[in-house]
């Protein structure tokens, strides 16, 4: 049997094959932030396809957070009942289901956060045209607060763990990388003060929900920014997550204001594939606990190879599982070798994910 297909420990759970549904958003949930039917459906679809561990899409812990339109909110008690939905579907069959839990920071605009966007550092975006206002020192705390609450409500609704969003240039990642953060208090500086707020959140989360509900994280390995955050720096922020009780990290990499974030368009060769992996493993190398890799891999070979060689312990895939939600499944009965997915990019609907291909084709 490949060892893909094979159970791994996270932290206290096991996920039962190496296949994770990568956070996507699914700009799926109401105006206000709620779960929708199509929502729940579309996760009950990735467990049916047998993927083994799912990451649900951003959902922001304050309404300064928003990101896009259409997003799952997580900032009041009030989303409990409908989160609670989509591990209710999802644990009909053998999958676990994390929520990932964000902030968007200067990554959005005035008119979805109703307010100042905000930021470590008043760094202009040039993508989202935004100049950013800087953070006061209480407001951080209560960020820190505000992601702890968040992680306790996935807890109550019944989610398996959940997955702190620290990369693509949203909130924690501006803190964590010196082009965005460029404080010289308690939160700036060298990368262990740029790295504290990160460390508060899953030290609260830990202290809030106990040791064995498990703590992810999705950290970037790089901006692609001259002065941003680098591959050593993430080596370094990965082993104090691990000294703090991190269960797992995905390893990505990029943000919106460098032009090149981690979905990368165009078909590779299957040598090209897994653009995040040579990353992944300079993470493997340094920590113990299980490693995501992931950057545009369709092949079951390449997962297999990536694996197999000690790269990392996982394979994240999403627009592969948005071409086709039974992929795993389809790769376990031997029914396909490669993902048919074209990462032409059009998948990213504001009016619900699709595959912009298939429904081409209806």
């Given at each position: 049997?490949?060892?893909?297909?094979?159970?791994?420990?996270?932290?206290?759970?096991?996920?039962?094959?190496?296949?994770?549904?990568?956070?996507?958003?699914?700009?799926?949930?109401?105006?206000?932030?709620?779960?929708?039917?199509?929502?729940?459906?579309?996760?009950?679809?990735?467990?049916?396809?047998?993927?083994?561990?799912?990451?649900?899409?951003?959902?922001?812990?304050?309404?300064?957070?928003?990101?896009?339109?259409?997003?799952?909110?997580?900032?009041?008690?009030?989303?409990?009942?409908?989160?609670?939905?989509?591990?209710?579907?999802?644990?009909?069959?053998?999958?676990?289901?994390?929520?990932?839990?964000?902030?968007?920071?200067?990554?959005?605009?005035?008119?979805?956060?109703?307010?100042?966007?905000?930021?470590?550092?008043?760094?202009?975006?040039?993508?989202?045209?935004?100049?950013?206002?800087?953070?006061?020192?209480?407001?951080?705390?209560?960020?820190?607060?505000?992601?702890?609450?968040?992680?306790?409500?996935?807890?109550?609704?019944?989610?398996?763990?959940?997955?702190?969003?620290?990369?693509?240039?949203?909130?924690?990642?501006?803190?964590?990388?010196?082009?965005?953060?460029?404080?010289?208090?308690?939160?700036?500086?060298?990368?262990?003060?740029?790295?504290?707020?990160?460390?508060?959140?899953?030290?609260?989360?830990?202290?809030?929900?106990?040791?064995?509900?498990?703590?992810?994280?999705?950290?970037?390995?790089?901006?692609?920014?001259?002065?941003?955050?680098?591959?050593?720096?993430?080596?370094?922020?990965?082993?104090?997550?691990?000294?703090?009780?991190?269960?797992?990290?995905?390893?990505?990499?990029?943000?919106?204001?460098?032009?090149?974030?981690?979905?990368?368009?165009?078909?590779?060769?299957?040598?090209?594939?897994?653009?995040?992996?040579?990353?992944?493993?300079?993470?493997?190398?340094?920590?113990?606990?299980?490693?995501?890799?992931?950057?545009?891999?369709?092949?079951?070979?390449?997962?297999?190879?990536?694996?197999?060689?000690?790269?990392a312990d996982l394979i994240s895939l999403s627009r592969p599982l948005i071409r086709d939600p039974f992929l795993v499944k389809h790769f376990r009965e031997g029914l396909?070798?490669?993902?048919?997915?074209?990462?032409?990019?059009?998948?990213?609907?504001?009016?619900?994910?699709?595959?912009?291909?298939?429904?081409?084709?209806?």
């Amino acid at each position: 049997m490949s060892i893909l297909f094979t159970p791994l420990k996270i932290g206290s759970i096991s996920v039962p094959n190496r296949f994770v549904r990568s956070a996507t958003h699914e700009y799926m949930a109401d105006d206000e932030g709620n779960v929708t039917d199509n929502e729940v459906e579309l996760y009950r679809r990735l467990a049916e396809g047998e993927v083994g561990l799912i990451i649900s899409g951003h959902a922001f812990v304050q309404p300064s957070g928003k990101a896009s339109p259409r997003q799952t909110a997580v900032y009041d008690d009030r989303f409990v009942e409908g989160l609670a939905r989509i591990p209710a579907a999802v644990h009909g069959y053998s999958s676990l289901v994390f929520l990932q839990i964000a902030h968007a920071g200067r990554q959005t605009k005035e008119r979805l956060c109703a307010c100042i966007p905000v930021s470590p550092s008043a760094v202009y975006d040039p993508v989202s045209k935004v100049m950013p206002r800087e953070l006061r020192g209480e407001e951080i705390r209560a960020l820190i607060t505000d992601f702890v609450a968040a992680a306790g409500r996935a807890k109550r609704a019944g989610f398996d763990g959940v997955q702190l969003h620290a990369a693509h240039g949203y909130l924690i990642s501006s803190f964590l990388s010196p082009h965005t953060n460029r404080r010289t208090d308690e939160w700036g500086g060298p990368v262990e003060k740029r790295a504290r707020v990160l460390i508060d959140v899953l030290r609260g989360v830990k202290a809030a929900c106990g040791t064995a509900f498990p703590v992810i994280v999705k950290l970037n390995s790089t901006d692609f920014l001259d002065g941003g955050l680098t591959v050593d720096d993430a080596v370094r922020i990965a082993r104090m997550l691990e000294a703090e009780g991190i269960d797992a990290i995905e390893v990505s990499g990029g943000m919106a204001e460098a032009g090149r974030g981690s979905v990368w368009p165009g078909l590779r060769s299957e040598a090209d594939e897994g653009y995040f992996a040579e990353n992944a493993a300079r993470i493997k190398k340094a920590v113990k606990v299980p490693v995501f890799a992931l950057g545009g891999i369709r092949t079951l070979a390449v997962a297999e190879k990536i694996v197999e060689e000690g790269r990392a312990d996982l394979i994240s895939l999403s627009r592969p599982l948005i071409r086709d939600p039974f992929l795993v499944k389809h790769f376990r009965e031997g029914l396909t070798t490669k993902s048919e997915c074209i990462s032409c990019n059009k998948c990213f609907y504001p009016r619900g994910i699709r595959c912009a291909e298939l429904t081409k084709k209806r």
